[in-house]
């Protein structure tokens, strides 16, 4: 089992930053990859940004160049540094794990809004 708490997100205005946070605990060596997914009202989950357990990262789209993943494996912790935040990266974020066997593991969720 994994267990994942995320924090850090809120109410910042268009063109401003926030961090979000995850922190992985439990079967820490069975996780494969972590990273972040996003879900508005109405729209289906999507991939915000990945993290293998080799080092690679993969990013949606809509948030390249401007989002960065990273971690601190001392801390379990993946970040999610968002920066030039538009409207439309309005939405709950939810960390993921994947761990060995296919397993995924969520966080519980942070709403990000971002409006002026």
């Known amino acids: 089992q994994v267990q994942l708490v995320e924090s850090g997100g809120g109410l910042v205005q268009p063109g401003g930053s926030l961090r979000l946070s995850c922190a992985a605990s439990?079967?820490?060596?069975?996780?494969?990859?972590m990273g972040w997914y996003r879900q508005a009202p109405g729209n289906q989950r999507e991939l915000v940004a990945l993290t293998t357990r080799g080092g690679s990262t993969n990013y949606g789209n809509s948030v390249k160049g401007r989002f960065t993943i990273s971690r601190d494996n001392a801390k379990n912790t993946v970040y999610l540094q968002m920066n030039s935040l538009k409207p439309e990266d309005t939405a709950v974020y939810y960390c993921?794990?994947?761990?060995?066997?296919?397993?995924?593991?969520w966080g519980q969720g942070t709403q990000v809004t971002v409006s002026s």
């Open positions: 439990g079967s820490i060596s069975t996780i494969t990859a």
């Open positions: 993921n794990a994947a761990t060995w066997g296919g397993r995924n593991y």
